[in-house]
């Protein structure tokens, strides 16, 4: 027998081949890390004649600024302030959650 492929999706494994052992068929699952699909294009893949670079240079020049207002400039400048992380998916929390005190 071959080794199949799967993909969890809402709790459940989702075959990527028709199953066609028999029933009563023991098999092992490992969790693998799956390459990431690519995003974007690497530096060999850069154009740097001098059309592209035009192209470039118009288009980085349509990105509008980011504006803070008053109150999140200062907020932002002051990293006490900030609200803290969410923990990891599948972590615990801590005691001291929304519903209860810390002591």
């Not at 809402?10 to 890390?33: F, H, S």
């Amino acid at each position: 027998m071959n080794a199949i492929k799967a993909t969890v999706m809402q709790g459940r494994l989702e075959l990527e081949v028709p199953l066609d052992w028999p029933d009563g068929t023991e098999v092992l699952i490992e969790p693998t890390m799956a390459p990431l699909e690519k995003m974007g294009i690497d530096e060999s893949e850069w154009r740097d004649d001098p059309e592209s670079l035009a192209d470039w240079e118009a288009w980085i020049k349509t990105i509008e600024p980011f504006e803070l207002t008053p109150d999140e400039a200062k907020r932002f400048a002051d990293p006490s302030s900030a609200p803290a992380p969410c923990p990891p998916p599948g972590s615990s929390r801590s005691s001291a959650g929304p519903d209860r005190q810390s002591d």
